[in-house]
């Protein structure tokens, strides 16, 4: 089977380094192998959405040297492919109307918040059934879909080795249909990947207990999962992910201010394990230096002094 990669931006913002690396990786991984590398814009969450992002998104990709195959997928132009699926999913009572907002799941813990997510779902709403939504809707009651968690499935990542996730933990039954009447980003990414043909999933590691979610659901699903990679994020000096209090790291602020896209795939090349040094290189000559494995074990700190040397010195 030819391997199937994808670069997934979200147009919630403008692409920075941190996002640039993960997309390195990604294609390089795909690539390197003779794959394909397929381009969706995931913008189903439509109130952070911004306007001309999707466009700017895909100009960065080309400046930094990555291409794809086939014409763009946009989220928002499938809804009635996350729609079919969601009423699998109710055909076979793996769902069920939630009314809880967060308030409630939070005012409902007993425990300490655990991960970035807050508190697990406590299951207030777990009692219904799919008929239930019918009376929900007479009454105007706005509910969203939860999946039942029966179980945590453990996966072997392609980088980061064997791991097993407790979802009773990590959020317990999840949304996959808002109360907006939009798909969740779980549902969506499966569905979209399934379709696509995607066999292998590179993104950040902060997205590592979301991989059982989407197991459970290509399981409910009837389709083969991609394989997945997560690999480490850029941090900033403070060890904290990239965010304007770093400065400003958009790609698009770097080509502005006359950085060449060789200057920084080097850097991220040699953030990366595949050089020695942090120089200028384009993207498709690292296609015989790439290794998935090579990539340190850690956060990338990205530093004013790195930015300096390829000619970028970001406002504070």
Not at 151 to 172: C, K, M, N, V, W
Not at 189 to 209: C, F, H, K, Q, S
Request: glycine share 10%; with cysteine.
């Amino acid at each position: 089977m030819t391997p199937t990669g994808r670069l997934a931006p979200s147009p919630t913002g403008a692409q920075h380094v941190g996002n640039a690396r993960t997309y390195l990786v990604a294609w390089l991984h795909a690539r390197a192998r003779g794959g394909t590398v397929r381009l969706r814009v995931e913008d189903i969450d439509s109130p952070r959405i911004k306007p001309g992002a999707a466009e700017q998104a895909a100009e960065d990709l080309r400046w930094l040297g990555l291409d794809w195959d086939g014409g763009t997928v946009t989220q928002t132009h499938r809804l009635p492919l996350y729609g079919a699926a969601l009423e699998r999913l109710k055909q076979r009572e793996l769902v069920y109307p939630c009314t809880c907002t967060r308030s409630d799941i939070a005012a409902a813990a007993s425990a300490p918040h655990v991960g970035q997510e807050g508190p697990p779902y406590p299951g207030t709403c777990a009692h219904r059934t799919v008929a239930d939504a019918e009376g929900l809707a007479a009454e105007g009651e706005p509910f969203a879909w939860r999946f039942r968690v029966t179980d945590s499935p453990a996966f072997t990542d392609l980088y980061a080795g064997g791991q097993r996730i407790d979802l009773r933990e990590h959020g317990g039954d999840f949304v996959v249909w808002k109360n907006t009447g939009t798909p969740a980003y779980q549902l969506a990414v499966v569905v979209d990947d399934a379709e696509m043909g995607v066999t292998e999933v590179v993104r950040g590691d902060d997205l590592i207990p979301s991989t059982p979610r989407q197991l459970l659901l290509y399981r409910a699903l009837g389709v083969t999962p991609p394989a997945f990679a997560h690999v480490p994020l850029v941090v900033g000096e403070d060890g904290r992910r990239l965010a304007k209090r770093h400065g400003d790291t958009r790609l698009a602020a770097l080509r502005d201010a006359g950085v060449r896209a060789e200057a920084l795939v080097g850097l991220l090349a040699w953030s990366c394990g595949w050089a020695g040094a942090p120089n200028a290189i384009a993207a498709g000559e690292l296609l015989p230096q790439f290794r998935l494995a090579a990539i340190p074990p850690r956060p990338f700190v990205l530093t004013g002094e790195l930015l300096r040397s390829i000619g970028y010195a970001p406002a504070t």
